[in-house]
């Protein structure tokens, strides 16, 4: 895994948080049950190498939205690590981004059960030294960017990355659900 | 160039016995062995009984441990329950039963509630910092921490009237509480029980180097049983204990050209006066046992801590000089502590503490409670973060 590999995941949902445009009045989020669609106007390019990873339809009563990620940082042609990547927006009723959850797929010469694999990317996202969460059975490696707590978790060939702004106050609901759904 | 057969022999012989003596000496280090054990264990759900002796006080936590988020705790002190708490993910609920002991367990409640006037903010009824850390309160400064979002006065009343209070998104951000001074020993004890597996890690790092920890060996050229304050393990039934090496007292500056800076650095850290060991059953921690004590230093017959303590400055007086250990340990301690403080180093602590472990793997009951009354817990307590040991 390189280093230019996890900055780009960390830009990306950095990015969009920075990005995220004030707070509008609009209809409220798709109600909880709904299903995780693309968002108007962001559908996925078909060049895109598109991830079906399981992901919660809702993370604390706020749907997810897939996010386009073609043509920016997070093309996996620019990413030798990665085979598939895939990223989700978390959207308060008044359209404020809270948080962003990322699912990437490593290729086979990248093995995430190996320590040192994950060593590589959790020490590299977020501006922090990774702590280690035990949440469930799942290890949750936990960091902090400007404004952010990044999670990080693997699942076989999969890892997670839930950014969520601190001005949300229910990130370990978030986390929680997004585990669950990740089994 | 020729070798004489005797020293040929000398040769071999000492590196036959090079590492039998090592054995005998008790020296192989098993730092890193003790620290996957605890590892091993923090990756299971628990239950933690944590017990502390100190300053005339016992102070018991029992903490039942889902998972780092979802954990249970109660707080008691000579035999008064304080406080309970339930972590539930991002909800969090707190109970004082005793509305009299909410001003020992939380000053930040009991100079803002309304109706008892104001004490000032930040304030403490346990006086300093380091006389509430010496005694085991929490300290003037963790309360103040409270200070960054004060509870609201129908917090402190619901508080108050003894029942739980609930906060659906009082467990805080998902990082550990940054504050400007130190989390010592003693600050919060519940945080203490929580972490007592960090602390033993952290101790293992502050000691550094080969030889931090050792397997218990009676037989060992270095050990001597009147210095072993806790049992033998039970090998029979598996059990295994740690010990963290005790560190030697550094060189002695004296008294003639040298610095009074130096002559400070001949003074012990509370290390110095520190017996940990850790006692493992198939690979896990069952028991913890911790004991500062400077009397039990003073049987050192190589120690010289009056002399230290005259070196760098402070008169002992005739009276300790020849009095009995407890007189001199009493005096050592207080003069380290301040000496420590004046210097920003952590204080000495005498205690004897204990954490038991048990349910490891097994499910613990951490639900939150019904029927509590529902309100901000913000500035309440705050700890943040506190389970990252994995």
């Known amino acids: 895994m390189s280093r230019t590999t996890s900055l780009l995941l960390l830009l990306l949902a950095a990015g969009m948080m920075a990005a995220s445009p004030a707070p509008t009045p609009t209809p409220p989020a798709v109600a909880p049950g709904a299903s995780a669609t693309p968002s108007a106007g962001s559908a996925p390019a078909k060049h895109c190498a598109h991830l079906d990873a399981p992901v919660p339809k809702t993370l604390a009563d706020f749907a997810l939205s897939e996010e386009s990620v073609c043509g920016s940082l997070s093309q996996t042609q620019r990413v030798p690590a990665v085979s598939a990547l895939t990223l989700y927006s978390v959207r308060r009723a008044d359209q404020l981004l809270i948080a962003t959850l990322e699912v990437g797929r490593l290729k086979p010469a990248f093995d995430p059960s190996s320590s040192a694999v994950r060593g590589t990317i959790t020490a590299q996202v977020g501006d922090t030294s990774p702590e280690r969460l035990k949440v469930g059975n799942t290890i949750v490696y936990v960091s902090q960017a400007r404004g952010l707590s990044v999670l990080t978790w693997f699942r076989k060939r999969d890892f997670y990355v839930l950014a969520v702004r601190d001005i949300f106050d229910r990130p370990r609901t978030m986390l929680r659900e997004a585990l669950a759904a990740s089994q | ?390």
């Open chain 2, 1 to 390: 160039m020729r070798v004489s057969r005797t020293a040929f022999a000398t040769i071999v012989a000492s590196l036959l016995l090079a590492p039998i003596l090592q054995g005998c000496a008790g020296r192989e280090d098993r730092t890193n062995e003790l620290r996957a054990i605890i590892a091993r264990t923090v990756s299971q759900s628990r239950h933690y009984r944590y017990s502390e002796a100190y300053a005339g006080h016992t102070a018991v936590v029992e903490a039942s441990i889902q998972d780092d988020l979802r954990y249970k705790t109660s707080y008691s002190r000579d035999g008064h329950l304080l406080s309970e708490e339930v972590i539930v993910d991002d909800a969090r609920a707190l109970r004082i039963p005793d509305p009299a002991a909410a001003d020992r367990v939380a000053p930040s409640i009991a100079v803002t509630r309304p109706g008892l006037g104001s004490v000032g903010a930040g304030a403490s009824p346990t006086g300093t910092a380091s006389q509430a850390s010496t005694i085991g309160l929490p300290a003037p400064e963790a309360a103040g921490a409270a200070a960054e979002s004060r509870p609201g006065a129908q917090t402190l009343d619901l508080i108050h009237s003894g029942g739980w209070v609930l906060d659906a998104a009082g467990a805080g951000r998902l990082q550990r509480k940054h504050t400007a001074k130190r989390e010592e020993l003693g600050d919060d004890q519940v945080r203490d029980a929580l972490n007592a597996l960090r602390y033993v890690d952290d101790s293992m790092t502050q000691l550094g180097g080969t030889g931090a920890v050792v397997l218990y060996n009676p037989e060992a050229i270095n050990y001597r049983a009147d210095l072993d304050p806790f049992p033998r393990p039970k090998t029979a039934a598996g059990e295994l204990r740690y010990d963290l090496r005790q560190p030697g007292l550094a060189p002695r500056a004296g008294g003639a050209g040298t610095s009074e800076a130096q002559r400070e650095q001949g003074l012990p850290g509370p290390a110095y006066f520190r017996s940990l060991s850790v006692y493992v059953r198939r690979g896990l921690v069952e028991r913890v046992v911790e004991s500062v004590s400077v009397e039990r230093a003073l049987k050192n017959p190589d120690q010289d801590l009056l002399a230290r303590i005259q070196d760098a400055g402070t008169q002992v007086p005739a009276s300790v000089k020849t009095g009995a250990p407890s007189v001199q340990a009493a005096f050592i301690a207080r003069t380290l502590i301040a000496q420590q403080l004046r210097r920003n180093q952590s204080p000495l602590r005498v205690h004897e503490l204990q954490l038991v472990v048990s349910g490891l793997g097994a499910a613990q009951d951490v639900t939150l409670p019904d029927g509590a009354a529902k309100a901000s817990l913000a500035g309440v307590l705050p700890r943040g973060l506190v389970l990252d040991q994995g």
